[in-house]
């Protein structure tokens, strides 16, 4: 039997959300990674170290049993953030502020309208040593949403990353070559996560066949150009990528809907799925970076001290999970199989 033993990973993009959706989603991500940084989109956002803390509270009092899981926390920017806000957090102990172009994705009607109007933010942020996330696409109308990450770039990303050189930045859930090349051609504070479903499919494994609202989040799945230029960069085992899920639970019937809304709920075989595409890629051997040393070294954290191991060997992902209050949820790759496997986690070495 083949067997892969990893520094126990950590998911660098995650969205928990919130209240019974927690005894949920806490135990499914605390199943295979140390530390996770959690989206602050909950309704309402959440802006301040205050919202910050309680909700770090919410998440920690939801581990399993025993569970040593870290969340670490993010603010949502919006026009009202005062750099006072970020000493703030700082202070509080707040790990990044995520950047959401108003209306970009699930509950972002709150977030920012003029970017340009934060930069006094940025500049504390820089002061401060906080993290830039960014959900980098543009929502003007007449922009094609398979345009948005790259005019994102060109309008905005670009500009933040010149005016502010000390700032970390990192470009979440990146799914064009032109972002790929962006961020390895900027300087050393710039990164960028990838989920796996960006690196898995590509958008006939949203549009062929029959619309599959299950595949369906934002940034949309692109062409299959794309996903090659993100599968070969992460083959070349680039520090600067590392993984993030973007697990984003929905209830199913609000994904399987005339309007059916973006994310994949991806937690229940984050670290599976991954070990599926490197190793279909022939480089497993290059899980381990992008999954638990890429990240910790950008963020200037320590990496994990145990180990985790992942077995070959197949597994179907279930049809449906279903909540306490009996909704139903797909998890992404629903009834497929997988062929690595969870064995073991949070082995001391
Ligand atoms: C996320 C969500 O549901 O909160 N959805 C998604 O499609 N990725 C929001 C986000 O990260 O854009
Ligand atoms: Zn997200």
């Given at each position: 039997m083949?067997?892969?033993?990893?520094?126990?990973p950590?998911?660098?993009?995650?969205?928990?959300?919130?209240?019974e959706?927690?005894?949920?989603?806490?135990?499914?991500?605390?199943r295979?990674f140390?530390?996770?940084?959690v989206?602050?989109?909950?309704?309402?956002?959440?802006?301040?170290?205050?919202?910050?803390m309680?909700?770090?509270?919410?998440?920690?009092?939801?581990?399993?049993?025993?569970?040593?899981?870290?969340?670490?926390m993010?603010?949502?920017l919006?026009?009202?953030?005062?750099?006072?806000?970020?000493?703030?957090?700082?202070?509080?102990?707040?790990?990044?502020?995520?950047?959401?172009?108003?209306?970009?994705?699930?509950?972002?009607?709150?977030?920012v309208?003029?970017?340009?109007a934060?930069?006094?933010?940025?500049?504390?942020?820089?002061e401060?040593?906080?993290?830039?996330?960014?959900?980098?696409e543009?929502?003007?109308?007449?922009?094609d949403?398979f345009?948005?990450?790259?005019a994102?770039?060109?309008?905005?990303?670009?500009?933040?990353?010149?005016?502010f050189?000390?700032?970390?930045?990192v470009f979440?859930?990146?799914?064009?070559?032109d972002a790929?090349?962006?961020?390895?051609?900027a300087?050393?504070?710039?990164?960028?996560?990838?989920?796996?479903?960006?690196?898995?499919l590509?958008?006939?494994?949203?549009?062929?066949?029959?619309?599959?609202?299950?595949?369906?989040?934002?940034?949309?799945?692109?062409?299959?150009?794309?996903q090659?230029?993100?599968?070969?960069?992460?083959?070349?085992?680039n520090?600067?990528?590392?993984l993030?899920?973007?697990?984003?639970?929905?209830?199913?019937?609000?994904?399987?809907?005339?309007?059916?809304?973006?994310?994949c709920?991806?937690?229940?075989s984050?670290?599976e799925?991954?070990?599926?595409?490197?190793?279909?890629?022939g480089?497993?051997?290059?899980?381990?970076?992008?999954a638990?040393?890429?990240?910790p070294?950008?963020?200037?954290?320590?990496?994990?001290?145990?180990?985790t191991?992942?077995?070959?060997?197949?597994?179907q992902?279930p049809?449906?999970?279903?909540?306490?209050d009996?909704?139903?949820m797909?998890?992404f790759?629903?009834g497929?199989?997988?062929?690595?496997?969870?064995?073991?986690?949070?082995?001391?070495?």
């Open positions: 083949q067997s892969l033993t990893i520094v126990t950590d998911d660098w993009h995650l969205h928990f959300r919130d209240n959706m927690l005894a949920e989603t806490v135990p499914a991500t605390a295979c140390q530390r996770a940084i989206m602050p989109n909950l309704v309402p956002p959440v802006v301040n170290a205050e919202m910050a309680a909700y770090k509270s919410r998440i920690e009092a939801a581990r399993p049993e025993g569970s040593t899981f870290e969340p670490l993010t603010l949502f919006t026009n009202t953030t005062t750099p006072q806000d970020i000493v703030d957090a700082k202070t509080a102990g707040v790990t990044a502020c995520k950047l959401y172009p108003a209306g970009a994705t699930t509950n972002s009607d709150a977030a309208k003029g970017i340009k934060l930069y006094p933010v940025f500049q504390a942020m820089q401060q040593g906080l993290l830039l996330l960014i959900h980098g543009v929502t003007e109308h007449h922009i949403i345009d948005r990450e790259k994102f770039i060109d309008t905005h990303l670009s500009h933040i990353v010149d005016a050189p000390d700032l970390k930045v979440e859930h990146i799914t064009t070559a790929a090349e962006f961020v390895s051609g300087n050393d504070k710039v990164g960028a996560t990838i989920t796996p479903q960006h690196l898995l590509n958008r006939n494994d949203l549009l062929v066949g029959g619309v599959r609202p299950h595949n369906y989040c934002l940034p949309v799945l692109k062409r299959n150009t794309h090659k230029a993100l599968q070969d960069m992460v083959a070349s085992g520090p600067k990528f590392f993030g899920t973007d697990s984003a639970p929905h209830a199913k019937h609000k994904k399987e809907n005339a309007c059916g809304c973006a994310g709920y991806s937690a229940w984050a670290i799925l991954y070990a599926e595409i490197f190793d279909q890629l480089v497993i051997d290059k899980l381990e970076g992008f638990s040393l890429y990240g070294d950008f963020y200037g954290l320590p990496r994990n001290t145990t180990t191991t992942l077995i070959k060997e197949p597994w992902v049809d449906q999970v279903t909540l306490a009996g909704t139903d797909v998890p790759y629903a497929q199989t997988l062929q690595w496997k969870l064995e073991s986690a949070f082995q001391n070495a």
